[in-house]
């Protein structure tokens, strides 16, 4: 057992001003690098989740880009793919073009104004 002078001594050190703001200033350091650390992390887990998100969109499209690809390596995917790109037909076969009549274009290019009644009453006077 340390004697009571040794006590008092150990005591006075420990409790002095000196050492209480020594102690109280390594707090505050550690505390600070705590907050900091943990910022990091919810930032890195912020992150990992975007990744993880890419990631699962990436393997979707891959996928599909995978089947498309499988689909293409066959004659009758390739005929698909020509024949909806471009309007063509094998022989004996004939192409048909079906055109709306409210998307007829005038000669320049230009979508016609439609003629509502007022206008029809305008054109009688001119």
């Known amino acids: ?6 006590r008092k001594k150990i005591r006075k050190i420990v409790y002095s001003k000196i050492t209480i703001f020594v102690l109280t200033g390594v707090l505050f350091v550690v505390s600070v690098g705590a907050w900091r650390v943990h910022k990091k992390a ?19 499209r891959m996928k599909e880009l995978q089947i498309s690809l499988a689909r293409l390596n066959s004659n009758q995917g390739i005929e698909e793919e020509v024949r909806e790109k471009y309007t063509v037909a094998l022989p004996g076969e004939e192409v048909v073009v079906v055109v709306d009549e409210n998307a007829k274009k005038s000669e320049n290019g230009e979508v016609p104004a439609s003629n509502g009644w007022w206008q029809k009453i305008l054109s009688f006077f001119k």
């Open 1 to 6: 057992m340390i004697p009571f002078q040794e």
């Open 42 to 60: 919810l930032v890195a887990m912020t992150e990992r989740d975007i990744s993880a998100r890419a990631l699962a969109d990436s393997e979707s």
